[in-house]
């Protein structure tokens, strides 16, 4: 949920006041990690025991941990493509804006 906020603020903000704005919610965003890393262990209700850095009862079954460890290989892979595809995007709509900012100047001439 939070990032989907940073996606629609990161869209709806002016360019000037993005960072700062972006920053903010993605500070908050790290801030909750551990308050659910924490609340799994501290409210005992109906979720049950954590699985990894759990107690003796529970753990990942030899041939879960192999499936696990490659799922998790294979979505950094995918972040990590997804990532430069933003980047690129990123570097073209500051090469529009560039273009765009010349050819008014060039208009108002």
């Known amino acids: 949920m939070i990032y989907a906020a940073y996606v629609m603020v990161r869209r ?15 500070l908050f965003g790290m801030a909750d990690v551990p308050i659910v890393y924490i609340a799994n262990r501290v409210f005992r209700t109906q979720h049950p025991a954590p699985v990894l850095g ?3 009862n529970s753990g990942l079954a030899p041939d879960m941990l192999v499936t696990f460890l490659v799922a998790n290989l294979v979505m950094l892979l995918l ?8 980047r690129r995007v990123e570097r073209l709509e500051r090469k529009l804006e560039g273009l765009t900012r010349l050819a008014h100047e060039v208009h108002s001439l």
């Not at 709806?12 to 993605?26: E, F, L, M, W, Y």
């Not at 972040?79 to 933003?86: G, L």
């Open 79 to 86: 972040w990590w493509c997804i990532f430069r595809v933003r």
């Open 54 to 56: 759990g107690d003796e």
């Open 12 to 26: 709806a903000t002016p360019i000037d006041q993005r960072a700062t704005i972006c920053a903010v919610i993605c």
